[in-house]
């Protein structure tokens, strides 16, 4: 067996320990971008190495592995470029205003550090402070929204236990917070992060989003709710381009890029959804369907004139007029 196969089968072995429920054929392929058949072998030579993997089949009918996690102590490790990923994930939080979550995974960095024999630290920590440094490690400066982290917490105690959150909201239309009662169903983040919920007295309206920035207080109270079995937060996230949703505004977009900037354009993922079509004068059709016409139009702008709304109308008309012909680069 190669080093490289070696490895990814250490790799697969500590998957599939820290899977409680166990690891399908689907999860594999999934996670090394493999085939089918490649799945099996993988799972086939696993059970080969390590006679402690155990198989069940679960209410889907699809057969899952399971291994005892104990066994595989000796032989996992963790590598500089590991380490590294974990120290941009914080630092990437901390700018961008997450700190409550940074500080859970700088919690989880020291917890994994303390698994690691003390012989192997001194070379582990020499590699990972070259490897930070290679990768250009540093604080990236810029605006972010400042979100209190009490609240933050405060939210999702709320959402984690199915209780009303009475918070002190502030619009940006709005002079003065005003007192609010929300069934609060999960968090978006982005460049903001918007609590996804629902006016407790309206139970039967739209789902709504709320600035986490604009929220002044929050304090859960003792009134519980049923968060509705249908409602999916990933799915509800996908029909927005950005973060925050107008149900009125959801529908077909159509975008088209210059030839000059197709292949450009084409290195981005503007939504799950996209479809790409290359037109004969080289340009680059780009369709999804989402809501979020100002967020769009903060990205189109980036683009300059080199990208032409084509529907909705409305976010053609919000864009023209604002097409710029001497940006210096695009996005």
């Known amino acids: 067996m190669s080093f490289a196969k070696a490895d990814q089968l250490l790799e697969l072995a ?9 690891v399908t054929l689907e999860n594999v392929t999934d996670r090394f971008g493999c085939s089918h058949r490649t799945a099996q072998r ?67 960095k020291d917890k994994v550090l303390s698994l690691v024999p003390r012989r192997n630290m001194a070379r582990l920590e020499t590699d990972h402070d070259a490897l930070l440094e290679a990768q250009g490690f540093s604080a990236r400066p810029g605006p972010r ?38 069934a609060p169903y999960g968090i978006l ?19 709504r989003t709320y600035r986490l920035d604009a929220v002044r207080s929050a304090r859960v109270t003792g009134q519980s709710f049923m968060r509705p079995e249908d409602f999916d937060l990933k799915t509800y996230a996908s029909r927005a381009f950005g973060l925050y ?20 354009a084409r290195g981005y993922l503007f939504h799950p959804n996209q479809t790409f079509h290359d037109e004969n004068d080289g340009s680059l059709i780009v369709r ?8 769009m139009c903060w990205h189109l702008y980036s683009w300059g004139d080199k990208v032409e709304v084509l529907a909705p109308a409305a976010l053609q ?4 007029g604002y097409r710029r012909d001497d940006f210096a680069a695009m996005p």
């Open 14 to 22: 500590g998957m599939v320990a820290a899977q409680r429920t166990g």
């Open 42 to 108: 993988m799972m086939g030579a696993l059970e080969s190495c390590f006679p402690d993997v155990s198989s069940t089949i679960g209410d889907d009918g699809r057969k899952r592995w399971l291994v005892d996690g104990r066994h595989l102590r000796d032989l996992m490790t963790l590598s500089p470029g590991e380490l590294v990923a974990l120290d941009m994930a914080i630092a990437h939080l901390d700018q961008n205003g997450h700190s409550a979550d940074a500080r859970a995974l700088r919690q989880l």
């Open 145 to 182: 929204p400042n979100v209190d982290e009490k609240i933050t917490a405060t939210v999702v105690e709320a959402i984690l236990s199915c209780h009303v959150l009475d918070v002190s909201y502030q619009a940006h239309k709005d002079a003065e917070p005003k007192l609010r009662q929300i």
């Open 189 to 207: 983040s982005g460049p903001r992060r918007y609590l996804v919920g629902r006016p407790f007295e309206d139970k039967s309206g739209p789902v």
């Open 245 to 264: 949703q107008n149900e009125a505004e959801y529908g077909e977009v159509i975008w088209r890029f210059s030839p000059e900037a197709a292949s450009q």
């Open 288 to 295: 999804f369907q989402a809501s979020g016409h100002l967020e």
């Open 317 to 320: 008309e919000m864009v023209n």
